[in-house]
């Protein structure tokens, strides 16, 4: 599958060559474009590649020249040159480099300084070889008259298929969707479809693995009700199982999901008896079902993450009071550990050992709160806007906040960042088949199901 190149019409990017490119970055070679040049030769051959993934593999070449005065010596050329890949020229004679003998010059990252002080009227020129940044692109917005018709709600992958959950919005049915990412040719859906709206929610699906079916996909909703999950086979698109996840939990409503790998975790929201419990289902063969209760009156915005020691955290605003929380679960007792006062927490993130908490603090102000495994609570930084969604890939934090993603490092500081579409604000961002892919909030203007539902990115070399 080839994509047209968004900044030189008429030549165009193929997805195979994007997509063992960054898996070669992001299993460590994570080095300047012209060691990456060179990895790249053994591996798949730089000279197949399409002359736009050259350009961007390629160190660009660089020249400063300036006038000596008689009596400066140091001058900053812009940029660190690459080892060894500087040509230095005094009045057209070549000059020699000074590493342990004294000759003519020596470098000092972008500073070149001179033994002796060129005189007034000397020219000089340095040419040398720069690292260039290979920064995201945008690989293709999916805008058919099948994507499109869907208001995506969450976004998950498998091996090389895009898998979705939204809103048809041509019957109004909830569905799980699966795209071969290649082409986004769509394999195969199941209706999961309640009857009834769902509060939004970007956290209503995950991938585990079953021993006997394989990769499975299990998603808030069933025809049989809205206190349901189902669990869906990926290979062949088949509804193996709609699972009452309510048994303890009287009318009460699934609105959040996250998994371990080993059990899947369902918070349900309201109800009798135990309400506003987090409801255990086994993800391997027949579903076991157990439950606890969270604690929790009435909530809204509940979000969860699984930790990397097992632990399960929960955010939420009170409805009663506006106040928000964090706070930290035995995941299968429901002991309470911790809890941690914040203003209106949306998304978890679990990024190394820690918890990031993105917490919208005002109108026109989000910040990122770092909640250590001993439960230490500091803040990493603070935006002037409001961040709608946050995921962690391994390398780079991304953030959505209107019609712009930006790539940050793990410290949340910012890298670069681009806009997918202008005026149409992002959703949720997904991470997977060596892409970032957005998805957006559906528009009356222009008419619905008439504007991309998802873009794909290359994400660039990884932050270190």
């Known amino acids: 599958m080839a994509y047209e190149n968004p900044h030189k019409p ?12 960054h898996q070669l970055m992001i299993q460590g070679i994570l080095m300047d474009p012209f060691g990456l040049h060179q990895a790249l030769r053994g591996q798949i051959g730089f000279a197949d590649l399409t002359p736009e993934l050259q350009a961007l593999l390629s160190p660009v070449q660089s020249v400063f020249s300036d006038t000596g ?10 940029d660190v040159p690459l080892s060894n890949s500087e040509d230095v020229y005094l009045n057209g004679q070549r000059q020699e480099r000074n590493d342990t003998l004294v000759r ?3 470098l000092s990252g972008s500073n070149i300084t001179f033994n002796v002080a060129p005189m007034d009227g000397d020219r000089f020129t340095v040419t040398f070889k720069s ?30 298929d895009v898998i979705i959950l939204g809103y048809n919005r041509s019957t109004g049915l909830r569905e799980v969707a699966k795209y071969r ?25 995950v991938l585990a693995n079953d021993t006997l079916d394989g990769p499975c996909v299990w998603a808030v909703g069933s025809p049989s009700g809205v206190d349901y999950v189902s669990k869906i086979r990926l290979s062949d698109m088949t509804l193996l199982q709609d699972v009452n996840v309510a048994p303890t939990v009287i009318a009460s409503e699934a609105t959040s999901i996250v998994t371990d790998g080993a059990k899947i975790y369902v918070f349900m929201l309201g109800g009798s008896t135990t309400p506003n419990s987090v ?19 009435v909530v809204t915005g509940v ?39 914040c203003v209106k927490p949306i998304r978890l993130a679990t990024v190394l050992s820690n918890i990031y908490i993105l917490d919208t603090i005002s109108p026109t102000k989000s910040r990122i709160r770092v909640l250590s495994p001993t439960d230490i609570a500091t803040t990493l930084i603070t935006y002037p806007y409001v961040v709608s969604d946050m995921k962690w890939d391994g390398y780079n934090l991304w953030l959505a906040s209107g019609d712009t993603m930006y790539k940050n490092d793990k410290l949340g500081s910012f890298v670069e960042n681009v806009v997918p579409i202008l005026a149409l604000n992002i959703r949720n961002i997904g991470l997977g088949v060596g892409s970032v892919w957005t998805s957006y909030v559906a528009t009356t203007t222009p008419p ?4 991309p539902s998802i873009s794909r990115f290359f994400p660039g070399i990884p932050s270190i």
């Open 10 to 21: 008429f030549e165009t990017i193929h997805s195979a060559d994007i997509d063992r490119i």
């Open 69 to 78: 005065d008689g009596t400066t010596v140091t001058w900053d050329i812009g």
């Open 104 to 106: 003519d010059y020596y």
């Open 131 to 160: 690292p260039q940044s290979l920064a995201m692109f945008k690989i293709g917005d999916y805008d058919d008259a099948f994507v499109s018709q869907y208001d995506i709600v969450d976004m998950q992958f498998s091996g090389q």
């Open 181 to 205: 990412a290649s082409d986004m040719v769509v394999q195969g859906i199941v209706n999961v479809d309640p009857g009834v709206p769902y509060a939004p929610n970007f956290q209503q699906m």
């Open 279 to 297: 409801v255990l289902v086994n993800a391997d063969g027949a579903p076991t079902i157990t439950a606890w209760q969270t604690g929790l009156t």
């Open 303 to 341: 979000t969860m993450q699984i930790s990397l020691s097992g632990d399960l955290y929960i955010s939420y605003e009170s409805i009663l009071t506006g106040a928000g929380q964090v706070r930290r679960y035995d995941a299968l007792t429901g002991v309470l550990k911790n809890s941690l006062v």
């Open 448 to 451: 619905p199901g008439t504007e």
